[in-house]
C-alpha cells in the first residue's frame, strides 16, 4: 500500500510540474524541465544533467521534423493526464556536436519509429537556421 501511494504521489508531483514546462520555446531547458526529464530518464542518463542544457526536439516517425520545446511537454503532459507516457528518447551530443549544431547540447526525440543520427539532425538544424535571414 505504501508503495502505491508513493507512486501516486510521485506522479502527482510530475504532473503538477509539467505546468510550469514548455512555457516558452528557448532551447534552454529551465529547472522545471530539467527536473521532469532527469526524473524520466533516471535510469539512463547517467551523469548526465539536463539543467540548462540547450535542447533540440525531433519529432515525426521518422525524426525529419524539428519540433518545439512547448509541443514536447504539451504532449508529455497530455498523455501523462490520461495515464499513459510519451514515447521519447535523447542523444547527448559531444562537443564537436554541440559546435556544429550551434550550441544544442541534447536531442530530444518523440514521437519517432526510428531516430536519425545526431549527424542527421544536424544537417537538419544547419539547413534551416541558413534559410533565416
Same mark, same amino acid.
Given at each position: $500500500?505504501?508503495? *502505491?501511494? $508513493?507512486?501516486? *504521489?510521485?506522479?502527482a508531483a510530475k504532473a503538477q510540474q509539467l505546468d510550469s514546462c514548455g512555457l516558452d520555446d528557448t532551447p534552454t531547458l529551465n529547472h522545471q524541465e530539467a527536473t521532469y526529464l532527469n526524473?524520466?530518464? %533516471?535510469?539512463?542518463?547517467? !551523469?548526465?544533467?539536463?539543467?540548462n542544457k540547450s535542447? *533540440?526536439?525531433?519529432?515525426? !516517425?521518422?525524426?525529419?521534423? &524539428?519540433?518545439?520545446? !512547448?509541443?514536447?511537454f504539451r504532449d508529455v503532459s497530455s498523455w501523462m493526464a490520461d495515464g499513459n507516457s510519451i514515447v521519447t528518447s535523447y542523444a547527448i551530443l559531444n562537443v564537436d556536436q554541440v559546435n556544429q549544431s550551434g550550441g544544442y547540447e541534447v536531442i530530444l526525440f518523440y514521437w519517432v %519509429?526510428? !531516430? =536519425?543520427? =545526431? %549527424?542527421? *539532425? &544536424?544537417?537538419?538544424i544547419n539547413a534551416r537556421t541558413s534559410l533565416v535571414p
Open positions: $500500500m505504501t508503495t *502505491v501511494f $508513493m507512486l501516486l *504521489v510521485t506522479l526524473f524520466f530518464f %533516471k535510469d539512463t542518463r547517467g !551523469s548526465f544533467n539536463f539543467l535542447a *533540440v526536439f525531433i519529432t515525426g !516517425s521518422s525524426g525529419h521534423t &524539428i519540433g518545439t520545446k !512547448s509541443a514536447y %519509429k526510428v !531516430s =536519425p543520427s =545526431p %549527424k542527421a *539532425v &544536424i544537417r537538419k
